[in-house]
């Protein structure tokens, strides 16, 4: 959602008639009469032109990279471009560049600061904690279990993973309701209700984030787990190593890479989370549970301020990456 | 062979490439003899009013102007996500719809940005505008004096009461309530007698958005004084006025006695269906702060017949704060049929504006759909008087009534005015910080047109 869904129209919306869609502006007639054929300047029996390294060697790659520059590179700049401009999405037909105005706006903002909060809170317990751990505990149980278990378990697990994002944020949304299957067993077993999506909504949304996300981590773990060779294990056991001390001394260290990239992977998908938030709890009540994607959907879409939101996207873009860099760093350090 | 010859090759493909690429975007399906009507299809899934409408007038339509056809975009959404999706549609000629359903509240700013096309001079020679009221006539009417939209009819807003409830407490069945104490002393005593039973619904918050400024919070601020959100004289948007923290002190109350339906119900985006589909007709609700539409949904055609409605429901008009003159107040907007400014069948979709008002079909719709009409010619039809019990109290609310700031800038500080009623209902924030709040908020939007209140 961080491209908006039209083309650039750095002109502004009175320029009627059709345009270029693209970011780009190419003419097609910038073609040269020497060029309109490959054959005009392949001399005759040089079949070996084409080889790498060859003059022509970078032709083949041409298209794609035209795909790229256009589709991908080409609305990436333009956000760039819109995070320093004041535009609108309704309300003013003019677009002014405002340099580092929407950035400083953001830093000033406490709304800003509290979604930046509510996305460090999200992150850490429905990932970094919750989908991390739950995945390596269930990875592991799973070794030990009989077959039937460990398929049972598998299917359930993955099922929820494999849900659209806005299935599962219904299933959880007519889950936690105050009116809703949580509270119906809650009242079966004569124990008090609860209405988590009003009262604390940062949680429901981060257990529904665990209860969506487990299964990838435990599908990495249980690959990473069985790497591990048995005779290792073995003699540690013939050792006198406990279970736990054979998990933190023997199994944690080998798998450690898969750790840090599971954790890399696990907090990029957490921290750009939307859909879910959004349908179950909007952000609210007030603003609650308003992480970052939904405090720049917010401004962008239902305030108009689409430069400001571009903005925000942009700083979500730096957080995540300062969590790339850590992860990284985790990942180069030798045992 | 020259050393350039490579690059120039490679750039020549490069740009081939991106021409063929982007030239697959120019033919979007939209043909010349098609008509794309862009319009809000309720969330609720029994609630097919307009549909049903444009289905019947689109066969007409396709009747009259052999070759041509209709194309109906339902937007299934809620309001605030169907005025997102309409902008997003109008800021390419490739996805622009020919004709689209604007709020009266978005127009001023969708016009400003340059998303529709002016109509004047399709309405020089319709016979049928001057039947328009001069109200409306106004409503799409932007700063630079065009007109941009044809409305399809208006509406008011006021109280709806169940009086079976009403008798149950003791209280008469023939309620006016003279000011806002009234209103919260009659809900204390249904919540006193009637347990069971959710006294006052008051709209409010993000979730429900512009339904809960307008039908919420603005009837009670424009209780409160003249001029209270936009202080036209000037051209200055007010801040810190006092009639603003009263009204959020108002649902503060409402919320903090637990007068009102549960906050997590109450800030649900789909709040407004909710009401008038489920709680309202199932006698859950005694009293509701709404519009005149509300009672579109309990027609045969709606989304919850109910034929007890009409001898279950009284209606009463919302009073000023401590009844001071005028004594009632209401706020009325409304819909528009307009014309995108990227639309290549301008043309075409001006027919189908004149088929959609037809007086038959305006009659048909303005009864259909509950609004009050705006046509003389309509106001007048014996059908449309009959049309419901509902529709004379409404129409006689019209000499009460005010209309939000046809600005550009309305919809930012309706969702600012949202949000410090979202946070007074949960108790984020008390009526003062609240209003504190919106008057930052008031900033960011506006700049410095603002005027400071005492």
């Known amino acids: ?335 | 062979m020259r050393p350039t010859a490579p690059l120039i090759l490679a750039a020549a493909a490069t740009v081939l490439a991106a021409g063929t690429l982007t030239a697959c975007g120019s033919g979007s399906g939209s043909s010349p003899d098609t008509v794309r009507i862009a319009y809000e299809r309720s969330t609720s899934n029994k609630v097919r009013i307009m549909d049903n409408y444009l289905e019947s007038v689109k066969k007409e339509f396709e009747k009259a102007n052999p070759g041509k056809k209709v194309e109906l975009l339902p937007i299934q959404a809620d309001e605030n996500a169907y005025y997102t999706k309409i902008q997003q549609m109008m800021r390419s000629p490739r996805t622009a719809p020919d004709l689209v359903y604007e709020d009266t509240f978005l127009i001023n700013s969708d016009i400003k940005s340059g998303y529709l096309a002016p109509i004047d001079t399709y309405l020089k020679n319709w016979p049928s505008w001057q039947h328009f009221v001069p109200t409306a006539k106004a409503a799409a009417k932007a700063q630079d004096g065009k007109t941009y939209g044809v409305p399809d009819g208006t509406d008011t807003r006021g109280i709806w009461f169940n009086k079976d409830i009403f008798r149950k407490a003791g209280l008469p069945t023939d309620w006016q309530p003279k000011n806002w104490a009234d209103i919260l002393d009659a809900a204390r005593t249904i919540k006193q007698k009637v347990p069971g039973t959710v006294p006052l619904n008051i709209y409010t918050g993000k979730g429900p958005g512009e339904a809960a400024v307008m039908q919420g919070f603005e009837m009670l601020l424009y209780g409160t004084g003249a001029d209270p959100l936009y202080d036209a004289k000037q051209g200055k948007w007010v801040a810190g006025s006092k009639g603003f923290t009263d009204s959020l002190a108002f649902v503060n109350t409402v919320f903090a006695e637990k007068l009102g339906l549960d906050k997590s119900d109450a800030l649900d985006p789909n709040a407004m269906t909710n009401v008038q589909t489920d709680w309202v007709p199932k006698s859950k609700l005694a009293i509701d702060i709404d519009g005149s539409f509300a009672g579109q949904q309990w027609l045969p055609s709606g989304g919850s017949p109910w034929p007890a409605w009409s001898t279950t429901m009284g209606q009463a008009a919302m009073p000023t704060q401590y009844g001071q003159a005028p004594g009632k107040v209401s706020m009325s907007g409304g819909w528009t049929w307009s014309i995108p400014a990227k639309s290549k069948n301008a043309d075409l979709a001006w027919k189908m504006i004149e088929q959609l008002q037809t007086r038959k079909n305006a009659v048909k719709y303005t009864i259909e759909g509950a609004q009050i009409a705006c046509r003389d010619d309509v106001a007048q039809d014996p059908a449309y008087l009959k049309s419901s019990p509902g529709v004379k109290f409404f129409t006689s609310l019209v000499e009460y009534t005010h209309y939000r700031p046809a600005l550009p800038a309305y919809p930012q500080v309706s969702s600012a005015i949202g949000e410090a009623m979202e946070s007074v209902t949960t108790g984020d924030a008390g009526p003062q910080a609240a209003a504190k709040t919106y008057d930052e908020q008031l900033k960011t939007a506006v700049g410095d047109a603002i005027v400071h209140r005492p």
């Open chain 1, 1 to 335: 959602m961080s491209t908006p869904a039209t083309g650039p129209q750095a002109t502004g919306p009175q320029a009627t008639g059709p345009q270029a869609t693209g970011p780009q502006a190419t003419s097609p007639q910038a073609t040269s009469p020497q060029a309109t054929s490959p054959q005009a300047v392949v001399p005759q029996g040089s079949a070996g032109t084409l080889h790498r390294g060859g003059p022509l060697g970078w032709l083949p790659i041409t298209p794609a990279v035209a795909l790229l520059l256009v589709f991908l590179a080409g609305p990436i700049g333009y956000c760039v471009y819109i995070a320093f401009t004041n535009m609108q999405l309704t309300g003013s037909s003019s677009t002014d560049f405002v340099g580092l105005a929407n950035f400083r706006r953001a830093f000033a903002d406490p709304e800003f600061r509290n979604a930046v909060w509510l996305t460090l809170v999200f992150t850490v317990i429905s990932s970094i904690i919750g989908q991390n751990s739950l995945g390596l505990a269930l990875a592991t149980l799973m070794r030990r279990a009989s077959r039937p278990v460990r398929t049972v378990t598998g299917i359930f697990v993955i099922a929820a993973w494999v849900l659209p994002e806005i299935v599962a944020a219904f299933l959880l949304y007519a889950f936690f309701r105050r009116e809703g299957t949580l509270n119906a067993i809650l009242d079966q077993l004569h124990l008090p209700s609860q209405n988590w999506l009003y009262s604390l909504p940062i949680l429901a949304v981060s257990f529904a984030n665990v209860w969506r996300g487990t299964a990838f981590s435990m599908l990495i773990y249980s690959a990473a787990l069985n790497e591990i060779p048995q005779d290792i294990t073995e003699s540690a056991e013939l050792d006198g190593a406990g279970g736990l001390r054979r998990f933190w001394h023997i199994t944690l260290p080998m798998i450690r890479r898969s750790v840090a990239t599971n954790l890399m992977l696990n907090t990029l998908q957490t921290l750009s989370v939307f859909g879910l938030i959004w349908a179950m709890t909007r952000g609210g009540p007030g603003n609650r549970s308003e992480t970052l994607p939904v405090f720049m959907y917010d401004q962008a879409f239902l305030k108009s301020f689409i430069g400001y939101g571009t903005a925000v996207a942009l700083l979500l873009l730096l957080i995540s990456s300062l969590f790339s860099v850590v992860y990284l760093r985790l990942l180069k350090t030798e045992v």
